[in-house]
């Protein structure tokens, strides 16, 4: 996989406001926000879009640990309530091709 924007902000070459970090996981504010708090949470393992899943490798476990990671941290953060969405492939918005889930809230 060729890097992206977000591989660049993993390894720190390009700045970012960075919320959280895990071993597998990294979070920031989204650079053009949709809500009041709009943070990336993204995978450190280069993987394109969900629809790069790869079962053999356990990548549905690692989504499922991203899920509860930005749970953890919303709750953490006193969100109480929030949306979380994956846009797709292209023709599902998607803009940059390294795995990585929108956390949308009124609150924080
Ligand atoms: P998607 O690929 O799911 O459509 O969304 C990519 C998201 O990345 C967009 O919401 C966009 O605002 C955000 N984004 C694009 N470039 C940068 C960047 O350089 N820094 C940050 N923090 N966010 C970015």
Redesign the pocket.
Known sequence: MEDT??S??IKRE?P??IRHETDEFLA???????AKT?V?FITKKPIESIIDLNEEEKDHELVGRLILEARNWAKAEGITGYRL???CGKA??????HL?M?LLSNQG
């Open positions: 924007i977000f660049k902000i390009i970012a406001n920031f504010d989204d650079i053009n926000p949709q709009h990336l969405k994956f846009h599902g918005g998607q803009e940059v091709f990585h929108h």
